[in-house]
């Protein structure tokens, strides 16, 4: 059965550094997605990505944090001079069509740690 | 705006017994709905969705949950709980008039005792 992977599992950078979460998603999904959990709390929408370009986003996804899709497989989420406060589980997602009725289907996850 | 409430952080169940998960939600517009579960050390995998149609909607594993548009509720059933239905179960919604991200509940640990 296709799954979303993403790397790494688990990234701990230093306070102001610059990181890269990646996603390969499943390869019919169309719409992409990156959610966050920060421990024992509820998931948060960040972005979602169709097209190439980003559809909507949330007010968490400032002006520190992109998304692309360079070569047409590999889905990623920088987020550039990290806070404290970033550190979260990171999820991507994928659907396969507009994803209105259809359901998303999640990878495992990237934890990040900022120290 | 969009928003989803699961009032309960946890629910506990013995094995064999109904289990119900609440989650109400707001919407402008008219909803989709979706539950997820989450097991440890894992992401979100899909449960079951209401889109139209029969209120009373099936899905994975033997749950089931119920649209009520006038309470707007989707809470979430079981009609016999496994101890291995433990895990962190998330309501979503989705408004129809508005764009494709799902927001999500804050989650409620389902507990199943032996």
Redesign the interface.
């Given at each position: 059965e296709p799954e979303v992977t993403q790397t790494p599992s688990h990234q701990v950078t230093q306070m102001g550094q610059e990181v890269i979460l990646r996603c390969v998603p499943i390869s019919n999904h169309l719409y992409f997605y990156w959610y966050r959990q920060i421990l024992g709390q509820k998931v948060e929408f960040l972005v979602s990505f169709y097209n190439n370009e980003i559809s909507e986003k949330s007010e968490i996804f400032d002006d520190r944090f992109s998304v692309e899709r360079p070569d047409g497989s590999n889905f990623t989420l920088k987020i550039r001079s990290t806070k404290l406060e970033d550190s979260a589980m990171y999820f991507c997602a994928g659907g396969e069509d507009r994803a209105s009725t259809g359901e998303l289907f999640f990878g495992e996850g990237s934890r990040l740690t900022v120290l | 705006a969009q928003s989803v409430a699961q009032p309960e952080d946890q629910v506990n169940v013995a094995e064999g017994n109904p289990l119900t998960v609440k989650c109400t939600y707001s919407v402008s517009g008219n909803p989709?709905l979706?539950w997820?579960v989450q097991y440890p050390?894992?992401?979100?995998?899909?449960l079951l969705?209401y889109?139209t149609g029969d209120n009373l909607v099936k899905g994975s594993y033997g749950f089931e949950a119920e649209f009520n548009k006038s309470q707007t509720s989707f809470h979430l059933k079981k009609p016999s709980a496994l101890v291995s239905d433990s895990a962190l179960y998330?309501c979503a919604v989705?408004d129809?008039q508005a764009?494709?991200?799902?927001?999500?509940?804050?989650?409620t640990t389902l507990s199943v005792s032996s």
């Open positions: - | 989709y979706f997820y050390n894992r992401g979100l995998q899909f969705k889109i998330f989705r129809r764009g494709t991200a799902l927001i999500f509940g804050k989650g």
